[in-house]
């Protein structure tokens, strides 16, 4: 758990050390220069060490104070940087004056040390999440990194440097002087380093553990798309049981009777022809009871819309909520005066169309749907087209199943194509002029 905890926290600690040796190195530059002109103030020379340099030295008590009160600002503007969102001027309005704190820092310093600038890209490398602005802000670092030193700046602008006040010591001191500096720096250079090294690592974890997010999130889509088919199938075997149920207590009565009466009018239709004749009538009525039980069990599976509205405004109420619901352009198309057919094809229309978007949706990722109506003879036309991603091998499934289903049941006849985008296009046969009491 210790073990744990650690990995997890690595970064925030070498990011701490990173800090400390920074303000360590403050510290013990600022420390060294004013220590070695006070040193210089008490013996006396003052003058010699002038003589020395191209340059009037800073107050030293001033540079102290000033250096490591703008440290202490910095880490403030960058722990806010990261606590506030930010806009893009804000960011870049940021970026300027942690680079200017950093710039008064090694400008109070004379430049001895740039390993402030390390400090301010492993802040950058971590918490700006824009590659462009990461880009952008590690050049301008990288190149300010290269130029902010004493021997390069030393050749063109004239400056104390922190070796002039080394150099006031015997070799021994200055030995020593110059290895705590350069101890310092090379420690601020490996734990940047390391720092960069874990920052690496905790992107690769990061990402395998998106990827593998990312693959159980499918693993649970793919389960939810197989659970709602059953439940689609199981629906659907619940509904036809209910309707099988009603057509054996409703129909199997019926024809039951019939097939009595029927045997009955056999054996008198000679001995008896106007009983044969008044039976026959009443079977005929009762057969047409039966049949309109049977139809009053088939209209509960009718879509609630067809129950309140035309077969048109069903549809267009349809696709107005459906593009309501998934941002689908939908161009429905009617190219005749009215929709009026019997029930169970003005079902068969609606369910094709309602099954047709679905799956447009669904498995073509479409963004527009084109629906259209016609009429040729006495057969309806219906072509349903999406500019989705298509299919060359078209297996249907459960919903294409049962188009074929429906459309079968009417004696029609339907078609997919997949090569650009996904066609559908149904053929039903309409039973004009023909009335069923």
């Known amino acids: 758990m210790l073990r744990k905890q650690l990995m997890e926290n690595r970064l925030r600690y070498t990011y701490f050390i990173m800090c400390f040796l920074n303000f360590t190195m403050i510290v013990f530059i600022s420390s060294i220069i004013y220590i070695t002109t006070k040193r210089i103030c008490d013996m006396q020379e003052a003058r010699t060490f002038l003589s020395m340099i191209d340059y009037l030295p800073k107050d030293p008590m001033h540079s102290m104070i000033l250096s490591i009160t703008a440290f202490v ?43 402030i600038l390390l400090l301010m890209m492993a802040d950058l490398l971590t918490y700006i999440t824009s590659n462009t602005y990461r880009f952008f802000f590690m050049v301008v670092l990288v190149t300010f990194y290269l130029g902010a030193n004493y021997d390069f700046l030393s050749a063109r602008v004239s400056m104390t440097s922190f070796y002039d006040y080394i150099n006031c010591y015997n070799s021994f001191v200055k030995s020593l002087l110059l290895s705590v500096q350069n101890t310092l720096a090379s420690l601020n250079i490996i734990v940047f380093i390391i720092y960069m090294v ?39 075997t619940r509904e036809r049981n209910r309707l099988a149920r009603e057509i054996h207590d409703t129909l199997g009565h019926t024809l039951t009777g019939l097939s009595v009466g029927l045997d009955a009018c056999v054996l008198t239709c000679e001995l008896d022809p106007k009983a044969t004749r008044k039976q026959l009538s009443v079977l005929s009525e009762t057969a047409r009871r ?79 749907i084109y629906i259209s109506i016609a009429k040729e003879e006495n057969t ?58």
């Not at 690496?200 to 197989?226: C, G, T, Y």
């Not at 650009?420 to 009335?435: D, M, Q």
Request: overall charge negative.
């Open 73 to 115: 600002a910095l880490l403030i503007v960058m722990r806010l940087r990261l606590k506030l969102h930010f806009e893009t001027w804000q960011l870049v309005l940021c970026f300027l004056v942690e680079s200017g704190l950093c710039l008064l820092i090694m400008e109070r310093l004379y430049f001895s040390s740039n390993s």
């Open 198 to 236: 874990f920052l690496v690592q905790d992107k690769i974890n990061e990402n395998k553990r998106f990827l593998a997010l990312n693959e159980e999130l499918q693993s649970l889509n793919e389960q939810l798309k197989e659970y709602a088919d059953i439940r689609e199938k199981m629906g659907e």
């Open 290 to 368: 039966g049949l309109k039980d049977v139809r009053r069990s088939v209209d509960k599976l009718r879509p609630d819309a067809l129950e309140h509205y035309t077969l048109k405004v069903a549809i267009d109420k349809m696709i107005k909520e459906f593009q309501e619901i998934t941002d689908v352009t939908i161009h429905f198309v009617c190219h005749l005066p009215k929709l009026t057919f019997d029930s169970d094809e003005e079902e068969v229309i609606y369910r094709i169309i309602q099954e047709g978007m679905t799956n447009v949706v669904r498995h073509g990722h479409a963004t527009k």
């Open 380 to 437: 309806l036309i219906l072509i349903i087209e999406d500019n989705g991603i298509g299919c060359e091998n078209i297996k249907p499934d459960f919903g294409l199943h049962h188009m074929q289903e429906r459309i079968e049941l009417l004696k029609g006849n339907i078609r997919f194509y997949g090569s650009s985008g996904f066609i559908i296009i149904a053929e039903i046969p309409i039973r004009e002029g023909l009335e069923y009491d």
